[in-house]
């Protein structure tokens, strides 16, 4: 008869340590659906003063015209705002972006991106972001901080003259929105794309483990 040790009957009895907590799943949920409604709404207000040589199927915007675009875009704005704010700080006050994200190194992220170019990335381990993922975050958030800065600049020029200035001027300003939004949007293909590869982790950000 096998006989169990204190440990084991400990480590049974003990639920398993999530590998997501409840705070960032919820932030997380809550900025996913945020970003959607400002994609969705941004691409209707740009339809209306394309910058380019093409425009966004209705099928794909929100709002149904401009007004309503832009009321969408400015509910999410707020919210995505507030919660992204939090976010942050709950990230830097905990010292999770310090855990998840460093360090970040050019060897690093070159073998880990080999490896997945292979099909060698292992994810055994959800709790540890390899350095692709690593670089992939890090950068997501700076760009959504800018995106968030050229938004401004685009939608008060007058209240934010310096905020405008800073990006060279009104029209250099939706650039950058514009430019932004294409590499969130690229993000939250690769995204997902991953997610449904390793249905486990969207398993965690769902459940915490």
Same mark, same amino acid.
């Given at each position: =008869? &096998?006989? %169990?040790?204190? /440990?084991?009957?400990? @480590?049974?009895?003990?639920? #398993?340590?999530? %590998?997501?907590?409840?705070?960032?799943?919820?932030?997380?949920?809550?900025?996913? @659906?945020?970003?959607?409604? =400002?994609?969705?709404?941004?691409?209707?207000? $740009?339809?209306?003063? *394309?910058?380019?040589?093409?425009?966004?199927?209705? +099928?794909? &915007?929100?709002? !149904?015209?401009?007004?309503?675009?832009?009321?969408?875009?400015?509910?999410? =704005?707020?919210?995505?705002?507030?919660?992204?704010?939090?976010?942050?700080?709950? !990230?830097?006050? &905990?010292?999770?972006?310090?855990?998840?994200?460093?360090?970040?190194? *050019?060897?690093?992220?070159?073998?880990?991106?080999? @490896?997945?170019? &292979?099909?060698?990335?292992?994810? /055994?381990?959800?709790?540890?972001?390899?350095?692709?993922?690593?670089?992939? $975050?890090?950068?997501? %958030?700076?760009? !959504?901080?800018?995106?968030?800065?050229?938004?401004?600049?685009?939608?008060?020029?007058?209240?934010?003259?310096?905020?405008?200035?800073? +990006?060279?001027?009104? /029209?250099? #300003?939706?650039?950058?929105? +514009?430019?932004?939004?294409?590499?969130?949007?690229?993000?939250?293909?690769?995204?997902? #794309?991953? @997610?449904?590869?390793?249905?486990?982790?969207?398993?965690? =950000?769902?459940?915490?483990?």
């Amino acid at each position: =008869m &096998t006989r %169990i040790s204190a /440990d084991d009957r400990l @480590a049974v009895s003990q639920p #398993a340590k999530a %590998i997501q907590p409840a705070w960032v799943r919820i932030f997380h949920w809550i900025n996913a @659906a945020a970003m959607i409604v =400002m994609i969705l709404s941004g691409w209707q207000i $740009y339809n209306a003063s *394309p910058l380019f040589d093409f425009t966004f199927s209705p +099928f794909v &915007t929100l709002g !149904g015209w401009l007004a309503g675009g832009l009321l969408w875009h400015f509910a999410a =704005m707020w919210l995505l705002m507030v919660n992204g704010l939090i976010y942050l700080v709950l !990230g830097f006050a &905990t010292g999770r972006f310090r855990r998840k994200l460093l360090p970040i190194t *050019p060897s690093g992220v070159a073998a880990d991106a080999r @490896a997945a170019l &292979t099909g060698k990335l292992r994810h /055994d381990d959800l709790s540890r972001y390899n350095q692709v993922q690593k670089l992939l $975050y890090v950068l997501v %958030i700076v760009v !959504g901080i800018v995106v968030v800065l050229s938004g401004l600049a685009i939608w008060k020029p007058v209240q934010f003259q310096w905020l405008t200035a800073l +990006f060279g001027d009104y /029209d250099l #300003a939706r650039y950058v929105h +514009f430019i932004c939004m294409e590499l969130i949007v690229a993000f939250l293909v690769v995204h997902v #794309a991953l @997610a449904l590869l390793v249905p486990k982790s969207l398993r965690a =950000m769902i459940i915490g483990r």
